[in-house]
């Protein structure tokens, strides 16, 4: 794109106050849509920056704690592992399980009904979270789990399964 491109994109109020913004970490709001067992607080959404197409925030969740199983609507979301490691479970009654740790990245489709797990009985479980709106989109739901789920391996259609240790 040129410069004069650009320009003509340009906001009414000019780039200054309508272009990037910064949220710093003792900035986010905790007053977003929660679940049980965790704790999120928004980054980036419509209210706080104008993001029209994202939402952004971190989750925490305390050692040997889980959340109420709960779906995201319409949304796809991207949770990213900073510490600690990840047990998600899904499905209608969350039968199927695999885990995440630091540095390895959980995609959630629309309504798929799921529980976040911190494995770890002392860490606390540390995690960047996007989804693909500006509103926080949470439905808890009442589900029965089952008691032993199933692993499955996360692997694409390209790459082979990780030998287990």
């Known amino acids: 794109m040129s410069a004069e491109e650009a320009q003509s994109h340009s906001p009414a109020g000019g780039w200054r106050d309508n272009g990037v913004r910064v949220v710093r ?10 679940t049980p067992g965790m704790d999120r607080a928004a980054a ?27 779906h995201h609507g319409s949304l796809e979301s991207v949770i990213y ?15 199927f399980v695999a885990e995440a740790g630091p540095g ?26 996007v989804r693909s709106d500006s509103e926080a989109v949470v439905v808890n739901l009442d589900l029965e789990p089952v008691e032993k789920p199933d692993t499955v391996d996360w692997i694409d259609p390209i790459h082979r399964p990780r030998p287990k240790a």
């Open 25 to 34: 970490s003792d900035q986010l709001d905790s007053d977003t849509a929660q």
């Open 44 to 70: 980036i959404d419509a209210a706080r920056v104008g993001a029209q197409q994202i939402w952004a925030g971190t989750v925490t969740i305390h050692p040997n704690a889980k959340t109420g199983a709960h």
């Open 81 to 95: 592992v900073l510490r600690g490691r990840a047990r998600m479970r899904w499905g209608e009654r969350l039968e």
């Open 104 to 129: 390895d990245f959980i995609f959630v489709p629309p309504y798929v009904p799921h529980q976040e797990i911190n494995a770890s009985t002392d860490e606390p479980l540390e995690c960047v979270l």
